[in-house]
């Protein structure tokens, strides 16, 4: 079981955690509970782009990775205070990212300009919780 020191050390890891948990877990319900409207105003979006055509397996791919990032980000925040490990939230912030550059894609090529810089702190914010929760690097703040 983690303790008070573990956790105050580690705070920043896990306030951001919570951040990503319910970023992606909005997202991803928000896809589910209006599929319909998410995939016409896509369509619409990138009409005029090689991307029309794969828009329901993109909004597929993204609702996926949206739910495991806020899932793995979740249960990551629950291993920590079991386990003291943050493991399990590098890897949700790494399939966060992974996320946000397929947004951060699909908005330039759609020419969403405002849009895909919209992204950009969610980005830092993930590869800030990368930083802090890097299981081999040796700047960990354990």
């Known amino acids: 079981m983690v303790d008070l020191e573990q956790i105050g050390k580690n705070l920043p890891a896990l306030l951001a955690a919570v951040m990503v948990a319910v970023l992606f877990l909005q997202s991803a319900v928000d896809k589910m509970t209006d599929w319909k409207g998410n995939l016409g105003w896509l369509t619409e979006h990138f009409s005029k782009t090689f991307m029309g055509p794969f828009v329901p397996l993109l909004l597929g791919t993204i609702l996926v990775m949206e739910l495991t990032a806020g899932v793995l980000a979740a249960v990551g ?7 003291a490990t943050t493991v399990i939230i590098f890897w949700s912030a790494v399939i966060a990212a992974l996320a946000l550059l397929s947004l951060f894609f699909g908005q330039r090529i759609a020419k ?3 849009g895909a810089v919209s992204l950009l702190p969610y980005f830092i914010l993930v590869l800030l919780l990368i930083y802090l929760t890097d299981p081999v690097g040796p700047h960990l703040i354990k």
């Open 77 to 83: 925040i629950l291993y920590f205070v079991i386990a």
């Open 112 to 114: 969403d300009y405002p």
